[in-house]
């Protein structure tokens, strides 16, 4: 079991940048691929970023190629989101999820065991 807190979520005005991160609990934090995903309003929860355990690969969604990174620190137990040249579409709330290695898709929801409670991103045009 780990719990995920998220941080560093605000209003930033369209060009700017953010960097959330999401700390985790307990001690096993290198065994599990973290992702940030993101929900707005009226739409379905969306893959934005993912990192092995290792930190050796990344994933990303299309859109947010070269804006957005994602890193981690294994001995801090966080994984970070930096975002930069932020558009208004990016708002929404930005969850950190946690998953065990499987054969699903780094890109689903259903891959993810552990979920944070979410952070709000809004920007402003």
């Known amino acids: 079991q780990v719990q995920l807190v998220e941080s560093g979520g605000g209003l930033v005005q369209a060009g700017g940048s953010l960097r959330l991160s999401c700390a985790a609990s307990?001690?096993?934090?290198?065994?599990?691929?973290m992702a940030w995903f993101r929900q707005a309003p009226g739409k379905e929860r969306e893959f934005v970023a993912a990192?092995?355990?290792?930190?050796?690969?990344?994933y990303y969604l299309d859109s947010v190629k070269g804006r957005f990174t994602i890193s981690r620190d294994n001995a801090k137990n966080t994984v970070y989101l930096q975002m930069t040249s932020l558009k208004p579409e990016d708002t929404a709330v930005y969850y950190c999820?946690?998953?065990?290695?499987?054969?699903?898709?780094?890109?689903?929801?259903?891959?993810?065991?552990?979920w944070g409670q979410g952070t709000q991103v809004t920007v402003s045009s």
């Open positions: 999820a946690a998953g065990y290695d499987s054969g699903i898709s780094y890109y689903t929801v259903a891959r993810y065991d552990f």
């Open positions: 307990g001690r096993t934090f290198s065994r599990y691929t």
């Open positions: 990192i092995s355990r290792s930190g050796a690969n990344t």
